[in-house]
């Protein structure tokens, strides 16, 4: 999800990892690998609906993370990256989809402002099992749709389940407000459902 224009926060990523040749036999196939690994650290590629092959991409839905994936060496660079992606300075956001980095699994990063320090953090497999009838429009914007944002209506509050990286386990959590709003966008990419799809009206950022 793009950030709103407010200025924002500069991040700095203050660990880096060395992607071996050896780490890309398994879990991940080798096209994935590639991906996470085309360079040692930094920002990855994004795919945006600015050329027909990403916006092909952007429509699929998503493979489930196996646990031997998230204790992967390359998982955690995986996120590394992504992070470093969504907080790039020059193109920053509040939220990020695997897909979004060319990668077709289940995993987003969210920036919980509902939290003391507003950390970003990170969920494998997440699902919605709960929207509230009521419901809220609001402005969104994506990094995969650069140059527009658009108006959509959507639940005031949910509750997720997901995987956590750390440890693997299921869990439940209720969440409201501006980061139930990201979490509904950043879980839509992994269902191939963009904001544009919901909106009410899309525009042209000024």
């Known amino acids: 999800m793009k950030k709103r224009s407010?200025?924002?926060t500069r991040y700095v990523i203050a660990a880096?990892?060395?992607l071996t040749a050896t780490a890309c036999t398994k879990p991940f196939p080798k096209k994935a690998c590639d991906i996470i690994g085309t360079t040692e650290e930094g920002i990855m590629t994004l795919c945006t609906v600015e050329t027909t092959r990403d916006s092909l991409f952007l429509r699929q839905h998503c493979s489930t993370l196996n646990r031997k994936q998230m204790r992967?060496?390359?998982f955690e660079t995986?996120?590394?990256r992504m992070l470093a992606t969504v907080n790039d300075p020059h193109n920053p956001g509040v939220g990020i989809a695997a897909p979004q980095v060319g990668l077709s699994y289940r995993l987003v990063a969210v920036?919980?402002?509902d939290k003391i320090g507003?950390?970003?953090e990170f969920y494998a497999n997440p699902q919605i099992i709960y929207y509230s009838p009521k419901t809220s429009e609001g402005r969104e914007g994506c990094l995969s749709i650069p140059g527009y944002a658009?108006?959509?209506e959507r639940s005031v509050e949910i509750v997720i389940r997901y995987e956590n990286p750390a440890d693997c386990k299921p869990k439940q959590e209720r969440v409201k407000g501006y980061t139930a709003v990201i979490f509904?966008?950043?879980i839509d990419h992994l269902n191939g459902i963009l904001y544009t799809d919901r909106a009410s009206k899309v525009y042209r950022r000024e």
Do not use: A, N, T, Y
């Open 118 to 120: 507003e950390p970003f």
């Open 78 to 80: 995986l996120m590394i």
């Open 6 to 8: 407010s200025g924002g």
């Open 16 to 18: 880096l990892m060395v």
């Open 111 to 113: 920036k919980r402002f």
């Open 150 to 152: 658009g108006q959509v």
């Open 184 to 186: 509904q966008h950043e």
């Open 72 to 74: 992967s060496d390359l």
